[in-house]
């Protein structure tokens, strides 16, 4: 069974940062694509952030402030989250897949439960 685990959210004020771990159990994920993504209320999930587990390239809805990187040793992937503005609030959620257009289309093989980051102004 393939699971992920998220954690590091929180509530932090605006300007503030967080740094967002998934662990990855059950499988190798060597050839997987491995992305962030969340969901404000309301609104759909959107893509954030993605990274390949080998070849270590990364790919961004926008730049600057986020910044994904992965453990290969921990199997596990980081966003790391500065300069927090409220319209940040969301759940943020991992997912994998293994081809990169799938996974930026939400279309993941995988999917963690996600977890709450709240940005108050």
């Known amino acids: 069974q393939v699971q992920l685990v998220e954690s590091g959210g929180g509530s932090v004020q605006a300007g503030g940062s967080l740094r967002l771990s998934c662990a990855a159990s059950?499988?190798?994920?060597?050839?997987?694509?491995m992305g962030w993504f969340r969901q404000a209320p309301g609104k759909e999930r959107e893509f954030v952030a993605a990274?390949?587990?080998?070849?270590?390239n990364t790919y961004y809805a926008d730049s600057g402030r986020f910044t994904i990187s992965r453990d290969n040793a921990k199997n596990t992937v980081y966003l790391q989250m500065n300069s927090l503005k409220p319209e940040d609030t969301a759940v943020y959620y991992c997912?994998?897949?293994?081809?990169?257009?799938?996974?930026?289309?939400?279309?993941?093989?995988?999917w963690g439960q996600g977890t709450q980051v709240t940005v108050s102004s």
């Open positions: 997912g994998s897949s293994g081809n990169y257009y799938r996974l930026r289309s939400g279309s993941c093989d995988y």
């Open positions: 059950g499988r190798t994920f060597s050839q997987y694509i």
């Open positions: 990274i390949t587990w080998t070849g270590g």
